[in-house]
């Protein structure tokens, strides 16, 4: 299945599980309606996140899609993709100080979250997702940062935008987008931004249990001296959209019948070069606004929702290995995945080249390769029948990749540590309706370069929790309740010494905290809270900002 094709696969059958469902598949105690509101409406949603530092340089905007309608992905023909033509304005020739896309979306009625993707040139530049609408309608903006796709932007290039939306008479949200480059030139207040000289891709893949891997020959330019890899990633399908609440398998070995996702919490990324790992990413747990309970989302999305990350992995210790012209393997491997229909892991794997502009050809070596062909991961389970039990589930890596490259400017050597663990902890009673669900990762990833220039040193510490609480019941005279409560989180600090002293450092702290309560029969409830804190510091100034929803609208902060 092609990563286009995967990308099309109905989200139908995940959207009617109540939230315990999302982590239990098959378990039907009710059914939640993909628009479950608090009333006709809703604020539009909006995100307290720190907006792009925009350049105060000439701009250009180039609108290259307008109200284009997104209705029916899998018609004949399907609506999506959309295929239009992004060209550099002549009024605004690069170099560019900063390039941004700005997305504007619209929808009433009764729809579920959808995923969509945009490319430029066959290469993915964006991954996101849409919100549930509101019966009056909502509108949403989201802003991406293209800057460091200038090599792809500086001639004209095909531009994709992929959402695959199904209505009929009862899903009836019709997604409406326009989506608007602009191109900032570069002066000297802002100059032009370092960007990489080349950009290649692998192709887009999707990762199944049957076909865990995915690969791309490619050609590397003989005077190479840096390169950089970058990951767009997410599951997909009833259990992989979830995997970080998933079960281990002797849990549902020992449960059958029961509907249980299985293959455990953790999730691992592999990219090898030539059958070598070379670096790894460990997905961020991103909930859509369908996940778990649509309540809790409203209007405020889950962390990365709307923008998912582009996962990062130095690969320049490994440049000597690829420089003798002929085809080079790179590939991506899921370590697990559920065997369910329509599970997979689906993205692009985007490969950033910067060359030595004082030569024709380097020359280099891999000198010290410690890098462990998967993480070590550990589970201990408490299996107390009946269809509850506990487990944890951890995860480690302790990685060191170091080679040099022979440049005009000297040797330059490039030595990449990660240090990262990985834990879950998970409380499982009343057949999945009874949860307590504690996820945390803490990642360190360690650049250090040396000769042709001073020694330099670049650290990125990222901490990612999750909370999560869920209690569903129900009585024999048909009253239901349900009640949800979540705290996620994103911690970053990126410090850069040179020498003995720290020449930058920037940090962000993301944190979100929604409940809900949903009660039906003898009286119904429908009430959510949530409060969303942002905080951070860097080059691009302070920034804070905290704002508190009730029902659907700011209550303060605002």
Known sequence: MSAHSALRIPRRAARLLLAALLALVGILTAGVPARADFGTDYHDPFSVTQPLKRPTTKSCAVEVMHDRQFRNGYGNPPDTPYVGQLTPP?????????????????????QFDRLFTVRVGGVEVMMSSTPEPSQDGIEWRVEHDLTRYAPLLTTPQPFEFDLANVTDSTYTGVFTLSATVTYYTANAAWPASEQADRLLTAGGFSLTQAAPTAAGDLVFPANLERLTAEVYARGGGACE???YAAAPDDFVARNPGLGYCGKGPFRELRIAVDGRVAGTVWPYPVIYTGGWEPLLWRPIPGIFAFDLPAYQVDLTPYVGLLLDGRPHSVSITVNQAEKQSNDAWTGQVNLFATVDHGSTRTSGALTDYRVAPEAAVATSLDDQGGGSGAWQVTATRHDLARGWVQTSHGRVTTEVRDDLSFRSGQRLADQGNDLVLHNNADLTRTTSNWGGGPHRVRTAYEAEP??????????????SDQRAAMQLGYHRVDTTATGAHTTSRASVDHTLSPSAHRHSGDSTVRTAESTESYRASGPDGPYERTVTTRDGWPVNGG
């Open 241 to 243: 959209e979830f995997a």
């Open 90 to 110: 002549a009024d605004c020739a690069g170099p560019w100080s900063k390039v941004v896309l700005d997305l504007h979306g619209q929808v009433a009625g009764r």
């Open 466 to 479: 999750l909370d999560v609480t869920y209690r569903s019941t129900s009585d024999s005279v048909g009253n």
